[in-house]
Structures are given as C-alpha cells and as structure tokens.
C-alpha cells in the first residue's frame, strides 16, 4: 500500500509508525506516479475536500485533476483465464492506493 497525503506532518507520522510507503503531495494536482501502478485506490475522508475552490482552482477542476490521475495510475484490471481478479485463483490481493487522511484523525487507531 502506497498512502498520499497533503500534510507534511502526516506523512511524517504515518512513516514513524511504519508506513513503508508514503508521498507528500496534492490530490488534485498531477500525481508524481508512474502510470498503471495500482490495481485500486481507497479514500479515506480525502475526496469531500475537493469540493471546494482552492489555489485558485475550481472544485471542478480539481476533482476532473483527480479522476484523470487516478486513471492515469491504475492498471487495468487483469487476472489469469480471463477471470475477475477478486475471483482469480492463485492471485495475491492487489497493492491499494491510500489517500490522505484527514488530520483531526491522525490519533484514530485505523483498525477500531
């Protein structure tokens, strides 16, 4: 799993408690990812944000931002025979793509 977040302290928390995998950056703006990366992506109280205007840009614009770099990063989904990857023998479960956290849950424990 692959977390982003906007917050640079967020980052730096989830890296100390041990998150391999972190990148400060904004969602809606053109992700610094390699395209086709991920199999899935998760949102967790990330998106909602995008609703409003900011930096100058229009809630539209920045969510079209966001659906354009999800699609840019995700792989098309693939699995042996043809079959659904959920159902696909043999198939380990595919990398997720976490999105930012909001910041009034950083002391939420993220499995209660």
Do not use: K, W, Y
């Not at 989830?14 to 995998?21: D, S, Y």
């Not at 390699?34 to 967790?44: E, H, I, K, Y």
């Not at 840019?72 to 959920?86: C, E, N």
């Amino acid at each position: 799993m692959l977390g982003v977040d906007l917050s640079l302290a967020m980052c730096q928390t989830a890296r100390a408690n041990g998150a391999a995998l972190v990148v400060h950056a904004d969602i809606s703006q053109p992700l610094p990812l390699r395209p086709g990366l991920f199999d899935g992506a998760v949102s967790v109280s990330a998106v909602q944000f995008l609703c409003e205007p900011a930096a100058g840009r229009s809630a539209e614009q920045r969510m079209r931002t966001l659906f354009r770099e999800l699609s840019r990063v995700m792989r098309p989904a693939t699995a042996p025979d043809g079959m659904p990857p959920a159902t696909a023998p043999n198939v380990p479960p595919p990398p997720a793509f976490g999105l930012q956290f909001h910041p009034s849950d950083a002391d939420a424990d993220p499995m209660s």
